[in-house]
């Protein structure tokens, strides 16, 4: 979960990069490179890694594995990755788990912080406010005064506890003044139907889980949790434009390695994904996921996390969330 940074950073990043990593750069890499995505296949981060992979592969010349590793809130894979060898032949593909886990379970088996190498800040995707058709809001100021006439009454679909959904949701009834009641499942899908099929009345959830199912109608998208319109549904207005000025919430996603990576590599690969965020294909999925691209340096995504980890600890105190 994020605050975005600016689209300009992106270009400007992959400048600086690009002049850094000369020539003690050019031994890496010399085999292939493994990327873990601690979750399962199909997911946003998977797909966003994917296309990258693709694009990174063809730039290096040499295979990017993909390798998913799901497991404890994606804690599984990540420690396997805090315990590689730090070469830079693997990677890890974090997202808002990574910077909630620290203030959600009481000892995570590697330090957040210190354990890791920051390579690069990849894309940002807001979340989006759902309801079931069924409910008689029809805008996000409808829906809060129904309800705030209903104090936890109105139950939201979540990933699970300490999900990146969860925690938005907290956080947005808390702003806006109201409670409602979190019903956890295990993964967005599930959640998603028992919210289509009327089992629960919300949902903070990715536009990439709700996006298809609004534009069916099947669901009714209230608000984006961006401060400006998301390019995926640029009907959808913000949460912030819907009486919540200032309100922003995002999932981001991190390019990370083992602590100790040569920074001539880190800086190698830094370069190359700020590239890859630049061609067509990836920048239409981004779109299409209704993400944006970021960038910036490794000084810049480390100063991040630590910012991130700290706000998303407080939210987990103030609404006294309890891992499963």
Request: glycine content about 10%; some cysteine.
């Amino acid at each position: 979960m994020t605050v975005r940074s600016g689209q300009a950073t992106v270009a400007l990043g992959l400048a600086c990069a690009l002049q850094v990593a000369t020539a003690g750069a050019q031994a890496w890499p010399a085999k292939p490179v493994r990327i873990v995505v601690p979750t399962t296949p199909g997911g946003s981060a998977d797909t966003l890694t994917r296309v990258l992979a693709t694009r990174m592969a063809d730039s290096l010349g040499q295979q990017i594995v993909v390798e998913n590793r799901a497991g404890s809130a994606a804690v599984v894979g990540t420690e396997a990755v805090a315990r590689a060898t730090p070469d830079g032949y693997t990677l890890l593909m974090a997202w808002g788990s990574h910077v909630i886990n620290p203030g959600l379970y009481g000892k995570l088996p590697y330090d957040t912080l210190k354990d890791f190498t920051p390579i690069v800040q990849v894309a940002v995707q807001p979340l989006m406010v759902m309801v079931h058709p069924s409910l008689p809001a029809r805008t996000l100021r409808d829906f809060i005064a129904f309800a705030k006439k209903r104090p936890g009454n109105i139950t939201y679909a979540t990933a699970g506890n300490g999900s990146g959904g969860h925690l938005a949701g907290e956080l947005f009834a808390s702003v806006a003044g109201f409670r409602w009641t979190p019903v956890p499942y295990k993964g967005i899908q599930p959640a998603m139907t028992d919210l289509i099929g009327g089992h629960v009345d919300a949902a903070v959830g990715t536009m990439v889980a709700g996006i298809s199912h609004v534009r069916s109608g099947k669901l009714r998208g209230l608000a984006v949790t961006s401060l400006k319109r998301s390019s995926g549904a640029p009907d959808i207005p913000t949460v912030a434009e819907s009486g919540l000025p200032g309100f922003e919430v995002y999932t981001s996603y991190y390019l990370l390695g083992p602590a100790g990576i040569p920074r001539a590599a880190v800086d190698r690969m830094n370069a190359e994904v700020l590239k890859a965020l630049q061609h067509p294909e990836v920048k239409e999925r981004l779109a299409r996921d209704g993400a944006d691209p970021v960038g910036g340096t490794p000084e810049q995504l480390q100063a991040h996390l630590a910012s991130e980890i700290a706000r998303w600890a407080k939210v987990v105190r103030d609404a006294r969330v309890k891992a499963d």
